[in-house]
RNA sequence: GGGAGGGUGUCCGAGUGGUUAAAGGAGACGGGCUGUAAACCCGUUGGCUCUGCCUACAGAGGUUCGAAUCCUCUCCCUCCCA
């Protein structure tokens, strides 16, 4: 439980605001007018809330970036709400490309008390603006179709409905729109309807990729209460390459150590490119401005030194999992990559390296190719075949040449170090 | 309800009876160069007991020496009409 990392949070005071903030992180892509927005942030507490669909069993690194942007809010004196989508959730919220399947009311469930375990991380539920968490099946699953379709349903216009761009998409697609995931903005407006009213709430962000979604809801407050709320749409992260962010080798990066280990999220942090890092350092960190320029600096003059990359893995890794497991990770990452000699590493220092990796049982004589795929280094026997005749397997840092090769002396007769590629490792440990 | 078109590997997409495990592209992975970057160059990319065998072109069945390609039924999608 990172409590350190919500303690030692700070927004940079050298801002004259917290909105001034948001938009030198490179937070605010979108937003309602600016300037009403500005002033409301500045004229007293407000409250702000994000909702988070139950989709996975994790929250991922897309996600991070909202988390962050209600804790520099409560930070800055808002009180911020998390919702999970227990109830919309069960809709699914369109995606351009195709259909959801539906996933069942018990997995929605079980992923619901999750990711409120999760969100509930990264705010601080007491203090003097603790946050609030909700679930908007505590509003839905009693509301009746036809109380649905009368009190909600007359206020939405199917012609700004289906404006929406992924709405929009999907019906240009060959894959259409089922009226299931086409009412899924009205669950969300509604949402933030039912929070302005029992809370107050008069701002929601979330991801430009949501703006339809965030707009639904300000619409409908509008409309029904007549007022003006607020949202912000946060950019969306990506690449300077143009490869998709928070995917590592093909799969997102999860905030559950179960799904992306410690060492695994550090690593995928510290291969940030150049180009990328003084940015992801703005919206994933609360380093301040003078740091980041600092670092920004030595980008320049010291490209291959890292610091910022180095910096950057330590201060995230520490807020999603801790500041000991941060530490492991850099350790664990600094030990197997630093000296060729892995025999030469300490034994503790070298085990404790390799609790960080995935790992698998074995002893001498026992078959690389097979350890590879025990390990999860390669998806099938086929592919280990293939990754050894490429000259892309290595066994404590010693080239395998032979598909056949089997285990040789382990160090300190306990110990493997099992490496595809430049950099993806995995521990062969003997068993007791 | 009626009619037309369509469902191919991670994704996009060619292929309308026989060198098709399936063109091409993207993605991913590996090698080289580097800084555990980026860019670039080269290679790989269904599984296995691997000079062979098995499984695959929505699902089931059929025709044929032989099918992703032809036929029948089922499921799903798109478009037009109602």
């Known amino acids: 439980m990172p409590t350190q990392a919500l303690a030692r949070q700070r927004n940079d005071s050298t801002f004259p605001s917290i909105w001034d903030e948001l938009t030198w992180r490179g937070l605010v892509h979108v937003s309602t007018d ?15 809330y994000c909702g988070f669909d139950p989709t996975a069993p994790s929250l991922h690194l897309g996600h991070l970036t909202q988390l962050l942007v209600l804790r520099r809010l409560q930070l800055a004196g808002h009180r911020p709400i998390g919702l999970v989508g227990g109830s919309t959730g069960l809709i699914g919220d369109p995606r351009p490309s195709a259909e ?5 009311r ?5 992923w619901v008390e999750r990711l409120r375990e999760q969100v509930g991380r990264f705010l601080d539920f007491e203090g003097p603006s603790p ?19 009368r009190d909600i349903g007359k206020h939405y216009r199917v012609g700004t409905m289906l404006k929406k761009d992924a709405v929009a998409a999907r019906l240009n697609s060959e894959a259409g729109i089922s009226y299931t995931e086409f009412s899924y903005q009205i669950l969300q407006g509604y949402d933030f309807l039912q929070l302005y009213r029992e809370h107050g709430c008069t701002l929601q962000t979330g991801g430009s990729d949501q703006w339809g979604n ?8 509008h409309r029904v209460e007549g007022v003006a709320v607020h949202a912000i749409g946060t950019p969306l992260i990506t690449n300077s390459d143009g490869r998709k962010f928070s995917k590592s080798e093909g799969t997102a990066v999860w905030l559950d150590p ?9 690593q995928f ?9 003084i940015e992801r350092l703005k919206v994933f960190t609360f380093l301040s401005r003078d740091e980041i320029d600092g670092l920004e600096q030595a980008v320049q003059e010291r490209p291959g030194a890292r610091e910022a990359q180095r910096r950057l893995a330590w201060e995230v890794t520490a807020l999603v999992h801790g500041d000991e497991a941060a530490d492991a990770a850099r350790d664990a990452s600094a030990a197997l990559f630093g000296s060729g000699d892995l025999a030469a590493l300490p034994p503790a220092m070298l085990e404790a390296a390799l609790a960080e990796l995935p790992s698998a ?6 078959s690389v190719a097979g350890l590879l795929v025990a390990t999860g280094l390669t998806a099938s026997a086929g592919e280990s075949r293939r990754a050894i005749a490429q000259g892309g397997v290595y066994v404590d840092n010693e080239r395998v040449t032979d598909a056949e090769a089997v285990l040789g002396p382990m160090l300190h007769d306990r110990f493997a170090v099992l490496r595809r590629g430049k950099r993806t490792l995995a521990a062969v440990v003997r068993d007791a």
């Not at 959801?100 to 069942?104: E, F, G, K, Y």
């Not at 965030?214 to 619409?219: E, F, H, K, P």
């Not at 799904?259 to 550090?266: G, Q």
């Not at 049982?361 to 026992?366: A, L, M, Q, R």
């Open 214 to 221: 965030l707009t639904s809801g300000i619409d409908l407050i």
């Open 34 to 48: 600016p300037e009403a927005l500005a002033r409301a942030l500045a004229a007293g507490p407000l409250t702000a």
């Open 106 to 110: 018990e997995t929605v469930a079980a």
């Open 258 to 266: 179960e799904s992306t280990t410690p060492y695994a999220f550090f």
């Open 131 to 149: 946050a609030r968490m909700v679930n908007n099946l505590d509003w839905t699953a009693g509301l009746s179709a036809i109380d649905f379709l």
């Open 269 to 277: 942090w510290l291969n940030t490119a150049d180009a990328d890092v």
């Open 100 to 104: 959801r399947t539906l996933n069942s």
């Open 361 to 366: 049982t074995g002893e001498p004589g026992t």
